[in-house]
């Protein structure tokens, strides 16, 4: 299972970005797949998540009304439009993959994940 996030980047206070994460190797549309980001010193926190056929969504509290996660099941491709972008949005961010149905917003329950891709605001 490979999961290739990209779209990160350095954009300004306010300013936004889209992150992609492209699945393969697992039955995309049958995975609920999650966003989370991590600063360096801090604990890997929950940023978004989608039930596998993008019916539902959950939001951290820190990025809801900014931030919307969405997916293709054609393109086994999940987003991330990140809007009104914060210096405190700045991390690592990584896309995850669960064929679980509930507790998304916890890392435990992911089983795959991407590897990390930056997001840096400038204030």
């Known amino acids: 299972v490979q999961l290739q996030a990209s779209g990160g980047g350095l954009v300004q206070a306010g300013g936004s970005l889209r992150f992609s994460c492209a699945a393969s190797?697992?039955?995309?549309?049958?995975?609920?797949m999650g966003w989370f980001r991590q600063v360096p010193g801090k604990e890997r926190e929950f940023v978004a998540g989608?039930?596998?056929?993008?019916?539902?969504?959950y939001y951290a509290d820190s990025v809801k009304g900014r931030f919307t996660i969405s997916r293709d099941n054609a393109k086994n491709t999940v987003y991330l439009q990140m809007n009104s972008l914060k210096p405190e949005d700045t991390a690592v961010y990584y896309c995850?993959?669960?064929?679980?149905?509930?507790?998304?917003?916890?890392?435990?329950?992911?089983?795959?994940w991407g590897q990390g891709t930056q997001v840096t605001v400038s204030s």
């Open positions: 995850a993959a669960t064929a679980k149905t509930y507790g998304l917003s916890m890392e435990t329950q992911y089983e795959y």
């Open positions: 989608t039930s596998w056929s993008g019916g539902s969504t």
């Open positions: 190797g697992l039955t995309f549309s049958t995975y609920a």
